[in-house]
Protein backbone atom coordinates (compact mmCIF):
# COMPACT_ATOMS: atom_id res chain seq x y z
CA UNK A 1 0.00 0.00 0.00
CA UNK A 2 2.66 2.20 0.67
CA UNK A 3 4.34 1.76 -2.66
CA UNK A 4 1.34 3.28 -4.31
CA UNK A 5 0.80 6.12 -2.17
CA UNK A 6 4.81 6.90 -3.28
CA UNK A 7 3.58 6.78 -7.03
CA UNK A 8 0.58 8.68 -6.28
CA UNK A 9 3.02 11.68 -4.30
CA UNK A 10 5.49 11.31 -7.23
CA UNK A 11 2.29 11.59 -9.73
CA UNK A 12 1.30 15.21 -7.92
CA UNK A 13 4.88 16.37 -7.60
CA UNK A 14 5.36 15.96 -11.06
CA UNK A 15 2.42 18.26 -12.14
CA UNK A 16 2.72 20.04 -9.70
CA UNK A 17 6.42 21.06 -11.00
CA UNK A 18 4.89 20.72 -14.71
CA UNK A 19 2.47 23.65 -13.77
CA UNK A 20 5.05 25.50 -12.09
CA UNK A 21 7.77 25.67 -15.09
CA UNK A 22 4.61 26.40 -17.78
CA UNK A 23 3.63 28.88 -15.14
CA UNK A 24 7.14 30.48 -14.94
CA UNK A 25 7.75 30.20 -18.71
CA UNK A 26 4.46 31.97 -19.97
CA UNK A 27 5.42 34.56 -17.83
CA UNK A 28 8.73 35.19 -19.42
CA UNK A 29 7.26 34.94 -23.08
CA UNK A 30 4.82 36.82 -22.33
CA UNK A 31 4.07 40.11 -24.81
CA UNK A 32 2.73 42.44 -21.82
CA UNK A 33 4.77 44.73 -18.94
CA UNK A 34 6.23 43.63 -15.70
CA UNK A 35 3.46 46.10 -14.66
CA UNK A 36 0.47 44.96 -15.93
CA UNK A 37 1.96 41.17 -15.53
CA UNK A 38 2.17 41.98 -11.82
CA UNK A 39 -1.35 43.67 -12.06
CA UNK A 40 -3.19 40.59 -13.37
CA UNK A 41 -1.32 38.57 -10.90
CA UNK A 42 -2.94 40.54 -7.71
CA UNK A 43 -6.43 40.66 -9.37
CA UNK A 44 -6.51 36.88 -9.53
CA UNK A 45 -4.43 36.44 -6.01
CA UNK A 46 -6.98 38.75 -5.09
CA UNK A 47 -10.18 36.55 -6.56
CA UNK A 48 -8.85 33.21 -5.50
CA UNK A 49 -8.46 34.29 -2.06
CA UNK A 50 -11.65 35.79 -1.83
CA UNK A 51 -13.41 32.30 -3.49
CA UNK A 52 -11.27 30.24 -0.53
CA UNK A 53 -12.64 32.31 2.00
CA UNK A 54 -15.52 31.91 0.81
CA UNK A 55 -15.24 28.11 0.65
CA UNK A 56 -14.11 27.68 3.89
CA UNK A 57 -17.14 30.07 5.46
CA UNK A 58 -19.24 27.64 3.67
CA UNK A 59 -17.49 24.43 5.15
CA UNK A 60 -17.24 26.14 8.41
CA UNK A 61 -21.33 26.67 8.22
CA UNK A 62 -21.88 23.33 6.94
CA UNK A 63 -19.82 21.32 9.82
CA UNK A 64 -21.31 23.47 12.92
CA UNK A 65 -23.61 21.80 15.00
CA UNK A 66 -26.15 24.44 14.60
CA UNK A 67 -26.63 22.72 10.60
CA UNK A 68 -29.53 20.09 10.60
CA UNK A 69 -29.51 17.80 8.08
CA UNK A 70 -31.06 19.56 4.77
CA UNK A 71 -31.31 23.36 5.62
CA UNK A 72 -28.41 24.03 3.38
CA UNK A 73 -28.65 23.23 -0.23
CA UNK A 74 -25.98 24.36 -2.93
CA UNK A 75 -27.95 24.22 -5.77
CA UNK A 76 -24.65 24.76 -8.42
CA UNK A 77 -23.29 28.69 -9.39
CA UNK A 78 -20.40 29.68 -10.95
CA UNK A 79 -17.38 27.34 -11.10
CA UNK A 80 -14.48 28.95 -10.24
CA UNK A 81 -12.00 26.74 -12.50
Known amino acids: MSKNRNNEGAAVMAFLTGAVL ?3 ITLLLT ?6 VREKLGEAKDEALDKIKCCAKEAKFKMSRKTKGDTFRYDGGDAWI
Do not use: D, F, I, Y
Open 22 to 24: AAG
Open 31 to 36: PKTGKE
